[in-house]
């Protein structure tokens, strides 16, 4: 044990967070490139192939050749669980730093964050498909209000529009009697949590200037070719935001014009609430792109520590 803690005092994690837009892969990259890091994923639909446009996924050309991990990992027809994220997370980190370079996790996926940081350990609940199909039925706020009344505690954290998230709530409700409290096993090494700070008028203008490039980019082409490739409306739908209105729209639910208010309005609200999230961690040193100068000697401070 003595040994396996001198070891882990060497190793070095730089987490990148910050809302959606907020500028967290150029950053990543301009800071890999300086500090001989690699990156990882933490973008909860950048794990799924065929989603690029829409999950802002990084080019080849915007990788810069820094190495880039755990994009494209898994069928978007899957379900990729918050442990399986984990899991392939711990030992692309662990293999980042035998080659002597620093891992630089970056996302805005929050649960995914911290259940690498802080070892956010899931309850192992297997599915119960009927009770699934059942719910499936129900909307998200109607699936809420069963959540509030079974677990009020579990429903206070909760994303109250996920409904792939209420109904597996509910289900680990079910079976154990309600969400059980969290339970932590942190990495044994100090990290270092960056934070991108942008004022809100900033995020929104950003938010809703990255949509329309990714509707000349072909986002709703990339949706039609999911499709295509066997995934239906309903899973489409379970990504969410942009993704949900998207397919609201190809079915003729919406129109057009709907659809791009819808989406843009879905993307600000998620920022929104990435925030909320991001707030009550302390750890984390939120610093402005035209700081960079200020990053660079902390991030310094810290791989010399």
Wanted: glycine share 6%; aromatic share 8%.
């Amino acid at each position: 044990m003595g040994i396996e803690r001198k070891n882990s005092l060497n190793k070095k994690l730089i987490v990148i967070v910050g809302p959606t837009a907020s500028g967290k892969t150029e950053l990543a990259i301009k800071l890999a490139k300086k500090f001989n890091g690699e990156i990882i994923n933490a973008d909860s639909r950048q794990v799924y192939k065929g989603m690029d446009i829409g999950t802002a996924k990084p080019t080849k050309d915007e990788m810069k050749g820094i190495p880039h991990y755990l994009l494209d990992v898994v069928s978007p027809k899957r379900k990729f669980t918050v442990a399986q994220y984990r899991k392939l997370a711990l030992k692309t980190i662990e293999k980042i730093q035998k080659k002597g370079k620093i891992p630089f996790l970056v996302g805005g996926t929050w649960f995914y964050i911290r259940a690498v940081v802080d070892g956010l350990v899931i309850p192992e609940v297997p599915p119960d498909w009927k009770l699934r199909k059942k719910l499936e039925k129900k909307s998200p706020k109607e699936l809420y209000q069963i959540l509030k009344k079974m677990d009020p505690e579990r429903a206070k954290t909760i994303e109250k529009e996920n409904k792939r998230r209420l109904i597996r709530a509910i289900e680990i409700c079910k079976r154990i009697g309600k969400v059980p409290p969290l339970k932590f096993n942190p990495l044994p090494y100090p990290v270092l949590m960056i934070g991108i700070k942008r004022t809100k008028r900033e995020l929104k203008e950003r938010i809703k200037k990255r949509f329309f490039e990714w509707l000349k980019r072909g986002l709703i082409l990339e949706v039609i070719k999911l499709r295509k490739q066997g995934v239906s409306f309903k899973r489409i739908e379970e990504f969410g935001m942009h993704y949900r209105e998207i397919a609201k729209y190809l079915q003729g639910k919406i129109s057009e014009k709907e659809m791009i208010e819808n989406s843009i309005k879905e993307i600000q609200n998620y920022a929104k609430k990435q925030m909320n999230w991001f707030k009550k961690d302390k750890r984390i040193h939120w610093i402005h792109e035209k700081e960079l100068k200020k990053l660079i000697k902390l991030i310094k401070k810290y791989l010399q520590t």
